[in-house]
């Protein structure tokens, strides 16, 4: 199995800053994608920021300048460092790792692709 494990989110004022972490531990094989998602209430799910494993990233739009997402291979963790922040980055936040998961004690015995979400912390700004 593929466990992600969030930490960070919580209570800032507007204009303050928060580092969301994102750690995946399991049989993983290699990583070729990790995001951060987020939903505020009544709203769906949006991609926030995204980085392949090529390194090249993706931001929505108004993010952009603000978020930056970046990752450490070694730990397979995903950050999302986010300044400047506005009520209305007010959601829960969510990560996504997409990779390749071994099917035994190797990769000799084969892989499976999969995509794993985290369980979300929330991060809420007040005005």
């Known amino acids: 199995q593929v466990q992600l494990v969030e930490s960070g989110g919580g209570l800032v004022q507007a204009g303050g800053s928060l580092r969301l972490s994102c750690a995946a531990s399991?049989?993983?094989?290699?990583?070729?994608?990790m995001g951060w998602y987020r939903q505020a209430p009544g709203k769906q799910r949006e991609l926030v920021a995204r980085?392949?494993?090529?390194?090249?990233?993706n931001y929505t739009d108004s993010v952009k300048g603000r978020f930056t997402i970046s990752r450490d291979n070694a730990k397979n963790t995903v950050y999302l460092q986010m300044n400047s922040l506005k009520f209305e980055d007010t959601a829960v936040y969510y990560c996504?790792?997409?990779?390749?998961?071994?099917?035994?004690?190797?990769?000799?015995?084969?892989?499976?692709?999969?995509?794993?979400w985290g369980q979300g912390t929330q991060v809420t700004v007040s005005s």
């Open positions: 980085i392949i494993s090529n390194g090249i990233t």
């Open positions: 996504k790792v997409e990779g390749l998961l071994r099917l035994g004690e190797s990769s000799r015995f084969g892989t499976t692709a999969f995509g794993s």
């Open positions: 399991g049989s993983i094989f290699s990583i070729n994608a």
